[in-house]
């Protein structure tokens, strides 16, 4: 099974007692989901334009366990916490499979083409 990820680029974080408490139940949505964070609003070097906020990447085991953790009762109720408090951009991305490489996107493009 491929992984899938929920991506979130967050800026002007108004960091109070929302933002605190969604933190500190957000573990408890993405655990039932399979989910794991790979990049919690880590030290961001820029390499190519400008970057003013900060990443979180979570991953979970497919997509399907992704979309149902995005769309739970549980998360839902805490969202507007991070919305209400913070100006974000947010996605769910499946991810490839292992031994992925880059020109495979190739026959994958041009045989949706076709």
């Not at 680029?9 to 573990?27: M, S």
Request: some cysteine; hydrophobic content about 45%.
């Amino acid at each position: 099974m491929t992984k899938a990820y929920a991506i979130a680029y967050l800026n002007d974080v108004d960091f109070g007692e929302a933002i605190i408490e969604y933190i500190e139940k957000i573990d408890a949505t993405i655990a039932p989901y399979g989910g794991r964070f790979l990049v919690h609003g880590g030290k961001l070097t820029p390499a190519e334009g400008e970057w003013t906020g900060d990443l979180v990447i979570i991953e979970f085991p497919g997509s399907e366990a992704a979309a149902a953790w995005y769309a739970s009762p549980a998360y839902q109720e805490i969202l507007p916490l991070r919305t209400e408090h913070s100006r974000s951009i947010a996605c769910l991305v499946e991810g490839v499979p292992d031994g992925y490489r880059a020109v495979d996107k190739i026959a994958q493009v041009l045989g949706e083409a076709s």
